[in-house]
Nanobody, 122 residues
Framework: QLQLQESGGGTVQAGGSLRLSCAAS????????MGWFRQAPGKEREFVAG??????????YYRDSVQGRFTISRDNAKNTVYLQMNGLKPEDTAVYYC?????????????WGQGTQVTVSS
């Protein structure tokens, strides 16, 4: 059973940076997607960034509001995915969840981390 462990949340001022980490306890499949969702109080969980691993390599994709500010990357040897968040805004405040799926990341994906709080003060 795969397990995901997140770390790296915290509180920063607007314009600051944080880096989130998500380590998978085992090696996922040969092709899979791994990434980040977030959920603010009173709002639905939403996709933030993902990385698609396949035989041909890897591709990254982002929601529009974080494009250019957030960067997702992977350390294959450590089974770990990172989310570097720069230029943080108060509207980025949320609990961030790591997710893993054998096909495509959605809010119905099977594997989730416990969540880590990110708070951006104005």
């Amino acid at each position: 059973q795969l397990q995901l462990q997140e770390s790296g949340g915290g509180t920063v001022q607007a314009g600051g940076s944080l880096r989130l980490s998500c380590a998978a306890s085992g090696r996922p499949w040969s092709t899979y997607e791994m990434g980040w969702f977030r959920q603010a109080p009173g709002k639905e969980r939403e996709f933030v960034a993902g990385i698609r691993i396949s035989w041909s390599g890897e591709d990254t994709y982002y929601r529009d509001s974080v494009q250019g500010r957030f960067t997702i990357s992977r350390d294959n040897a450590k089974n770990t995915v990172y989310l570097q968040m720069n230029g943080l805004k108060p509207e980025d405040t949320a609990v961030y969840y790591c997710a893993l799926d054998q096909v495509v990341l959605t809010i119905r994906s099977d594997y989730w981390g416990q969540g880590t709080q990110v708070t951006v003060s104005s």
